[in-house]
């Protein structure tokens, strides 16, 4: 039987990759709840990861929802299943780096936007194409897009339903970064390793900062920031001696 989600650890980095090559990882409930097992196991084990990349295998990171598991209506295993899995998937404690190549299309983009940052390579295609088949987004399209590139670029997104390259999801901040694809690989890599090497700690409560204040005015943002949080953490005696040993 094969396995629809890889996982592979190495340094405190969890690399998890979709993996339906043969059918450019259209996103399945298996797949889902395979992404969701390991979900489960990496929000508990801060201790050994402390980033997360999420990519796919093959040609693409997914050309979107199998299309045949929407017709023959598969059953989930919970309400809004993917929704919550995708939801799980945003709110690990690590940050999570959402690594896309090749096609990223509708269901594939709202599981892309669960990424604290996505990196784009050249060969990169996103599209919101839930128009073009009667289909509404159940899985975070309509909240995280707009956050990420602005309301009016959402609506042009979701109502046109074009492709956007690499470079172009680059500029309108859909992607943190565009790179070669020929340094795909070895940036992705370059930007798990430069995140493990700050403080895993600080990664965390920034992460749930981020989260926590979402949505608040300025004044109650920075009263939690103030008094909701705990400024430093228990590496930080460890890492000033270090800079200070160094220099």
């Known amino acids: 039987m094969s396995t629809l989600v890889l996982r592979q650890d190495e340094g405190g980095l969890a690399c998890l990759t979709l993996n339906r090559p043969e059918k450019m990882n259209a996103l399945t409930v298996q797949m889902f709840t395979e992404l969701y097992e390991h ?18 295998a093959g040609r693409c990171f997914s050309a979107g929802n199998d299309l045949n598991d929407i017709a023959a209506g598969q059953p989930l295993p919970m309400p809004h299943f993917q929704a919550k899995v995708i939801e799980r998937l945003a709110n690990l404690p690590q940050p999570v780096i959402a690594a896309v190549h090749g096609h990223c299309y509708t269901g594939a983009l709202e599981l892309a936007l669960a990424g604290d940052l996505l990196v784009a390579a050249e060969s990169a295609r996103f599209a919101d194409t839930h128009a073009k088949w009667a289909l509404t987004p159940l899985w975070g399209m309509s909240q995280r897009l ?18 956007y390259t690499g470079v172009q999801a680059q500029d309108m901040g859909l992607a943190n970064f565009c790179v070669p694809d020929d340094a795909f690989d070895q940036q992705v890599a370059a930007m798990a390793s430069e995140i493990l090497a700050g403080s895993w700690f600080s990664h965390r409560a920034n992460k749930r900062l981020l989260i926590n204040t979402d949505g608040m005015s300025v004044r109650d943002g920075l009263a939690h920031e103030v008094f909701r949080n705990a400024g430093k953490g228990p590496d930080m005696q460890d890492r000033i001696a270090a800079f200070r040993q160094k220099k």
């Open 146 to 163: 707009q956050r990420r590139v602005g309301l009016p670029k959402a609506r042009e997104m979701m109502f046109l339903g074009r492709s």
């Open 39 to 56: 979900v489960q196991d990496i929000e508990r084990d801060t201790e050994h990861t402390g980033v997360v990349v999420l990519r796919g």
